[in-house]
């Protein structure tokens, strides 16, 4: 600092220091440049005062607004809960059979049962509910005990084989092999018949044969299956469990008998009523008919095996 001078070109002094022979002006800084930097100092302390800036031991400053990030957050959730509230009360007072009649309730009933079915539903269905081997794809219109808003909603609630559920859905495939209703010979040949009804083997007479002496009663006489047995349709080449000769002879020699969670028990009965809706929108979805008086002898409708 010793070595400060006026340099002669300018007229102004150095700060008195030099690198490799440069030496620094010691010009004052720019007006404008002095008045930015004060006022952004006025303004850290006024926001230091208004919001929250400070930690402290148990918790931070709270600032003369009372403003938080938190509660701020709190209060967009609380606005849209009370937006929600209004379609919330509208579908658990609208049976799920008078939905379709309500355009836009069966609309948003359909978005925030998409969002639910992300949450709960993805895990074995898939992101985009092809399912997979033992899934089912809920985007086609094979459906084992119907497809409907309100048969979809009582699976739903219900679940599939749920233990301690009266009233879940069960179908009872026996084990032909497993249990020596059936020789491994038999099982091989009745698998061909049920592949030939869907073209992906030849006929086979002997496993015809064993198809009506035991397959009838639940799969009906042309195989298209009966929904009050939730037995699945053989011929229209969908497959809960592959559709390949092994495959199928594995399904004949020892049953699946699958699970689904009975969400009766672990969502409220609008969101199993928005999950329903959203399932039935994926392009499989059936509209409402009257029972036949013999369910035996009436449509029989597609099922997975």
């Not at 100092?41 to 800036?53: E, L, N, Q, S, T």
């Not at 400053?61 to 919330?88: H, I, P, V, Y």
């Not at 020789?183 to 030939?196: K, M, N, P």
Request: charged fraction near 20%; glycine fraction near 12%; include cysteine.
């Amino acid at each position: 600092m010793s070595n400060k001078r006026i340099d002669e070109p300018t007229g102004v002094e150095t700060v008195g220091h030099e690198w490799d022979g440069i030496e620094e002006l010691n010009n004052p800084l720019p007006r404008w440049w002095l008045i930015s930097f004060y006022l952004t100092i006025v303004f850290a302390i006024g926001y230091m005062v208004v919001y929250p800036a400070w930690p402290l031991l148990s918790k931070g400053t709270e600032g003369m607004w009372g403003w938080s990030s938190r509660g701020q957050l709190a209060k967009e959730l609380d606005d849209a809960q009370t937006g929600r509230a209004a379609t919330l009360a509208a579908l658990a007072q609208t049976p799920i059979e008078q939905l379709p009649a309500n355009p836009d309730l069966m609309r948003k009933a359909i978005a925030g049962g998409k969002a639910a079915f992300r949450v709960n539903c993805v895990q074995c269905h898939g992101s985009g509910a092809a399912g997979g081997i033992g899934y089912p794809n809920l985007n086609d219109d094979d459906w084992l005990w119907g497809g409907n808003l309100k048969e979809i909603e009582t699976t739903l609630v219900h679940g599939i084989r749920q233990p301690g559920n009266d009233q879940t859905r069960t179908s009872l495939m026996p084990n032909f092999g497993k249990d020596g209703i059936l020789t491994a010979a038999q099982i091989s040949e009745v698998a061909d018949y049920v592949l030939s009804l869907s073209g992906k083997a030849p006929m086979n007479a002997n496993g015809k044969l064993a198809y009506e002496a035991n397959c009838v009663a639940c799969h009906g006489a042309d195989a298209k299956g009966l929904r009050q047995f939730g037995a699945p349709n053989l011929s229209d080449a969908i497959w809960l469990y592959g559709g390949s000769k092994d495959q199928v002879v594995g399904s004949i020699t020892k049953a699946h008998a699958g699970v689904m969670p009975a969400w009766g028990g672990k969502l409220d009965p609008v969101t199993i009523k928005m999950l329903a809706a959203y399932v039935h929108s994926l392009g499989g979805g059936e509209d409402f008919a009257e029972a036949p008086t013999n369910p035996a002898a009436g449509t029989t409708g597609n099922a997975k095996p």
